[in-house]
């Protein structure tokens, strides 16, 4: 009995220490520790990373994502045009083979958040859903990290 108390402890504390990574699962997707933070392109936007795993033996596309935050969320890439670097809408979606992983991480693909109606608090999350042509939507909470606003070289 003792034993099952702390090991019941044990585990309530784990889970609590990695609620900053939080995987999300439906059917072969899992959306492994999606984050948030302010962009810096403007006012209201934010910009999502995660890392998207297909355990199935198909192919699936990331069709697009939703968040109460926002009403305009998209998926973006980062590219170089003419030696600058700019973002801009994909055109076609993301596809994840099977067995594959998809990366979205500052300066590569990333969810990107316009008009957000609430300000990002340290520690919050941001609930969203991301919509897969074959699995399905798949609901998921990016946790928010704040930058350190404080330049590297004062
Ligand atoms: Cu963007």
Redesign the pocket.
Known sequence: MRFNFCLAFFLLTVFCSSALAENFTKGDITVESPWVQK?D?GEK?A?GFALIHNGGFNADRLVSITSDISDHV?I?E?IKQYGKVK??KLKEPLTIEPNGYLELKPGDY???FFNCQDELRDGEFVPAVLHFEKNGDVKINFAIEIKDDKPDNP
């Open positions: 962009s392109t936007r910009e998209v973006h980062t973002m801009q990333h969810f990107m």
